[in-house]
């Protein structure tokens, strides 16, 4: 009678610990409260027996980076399908008089720390030459493609 007893007791407490679990919605609440926690925006979150998706589009790979970790983080998502898509670069405007435009963007990269990037432009024509660090490469092109011309001969390369 007491080994029947401990039975369904034991049996009682393994339901009503599997019963506890976070349910779906709790986990996609929890994972959109920690996006907003960490200050991330335009991101989706939908969580399907454990496993968080993530959409929307974001501004570089670094928030598509920390979007992920931040659904991680949650206590109970046992993975992280990341579909997040980044936001296109802005369309070039019409572009400055040569000189100008030259000293306009040999002024952002040097204020964007890209020292070892230099540019010149010839009928809206920018030829980006020089070496940068690896890490500071692509903000170093999205400068120049920002700068408002009308073309790009990118002759950047990447240092270590």
């Known amino acids: 009678m007491k080994v029947k007893v401990f039975m369904v ?19 996609t609440k929890a994972v959109t409260n920690k996006l907003t926690t960490d200050g991330v925006t335009g991101v989706t979150a939908t969580v399907k027996d454990g496993v968080a998706t993530l959409t929307g589009e974001v501004a570089d790979q670094t928030v598509k980076t920390k979007a992920e970790a931040s659904a991680k983080a949650v206590d109970g998502v046992k993975s992280v399908t990341n579909s997040l898509t980044l936001r296109p670069l802005p369309v070039a405007t019409p572009a400055a008089a040569d000189p100008a435009l030259t000293g306009k963007i040999n002024e ?48 950047l390369k990447q240092g270590k």
Do not use: F, H, W
């Open 9 to 27: 007791l034991m049996l009682a407490t393994a339901i009503m610990a599997s019963a506890c679990g976070k349910s779906d919605a709790d986990l």
């Open 108 to 155: 952002d990269l040097k204020k964007a720390g890209c020292t070892g990037a230099s540019a010149a432009s010839v009928n809206g024509v920018v030829t980006v030459v020089g070496e940068v660090p690896a890490a500071k490469y692509r903000e170093c092109v999205q400068i120049v493609q920002q700068s408002g011309i009308t073309g790009i001969k990118n002759e």
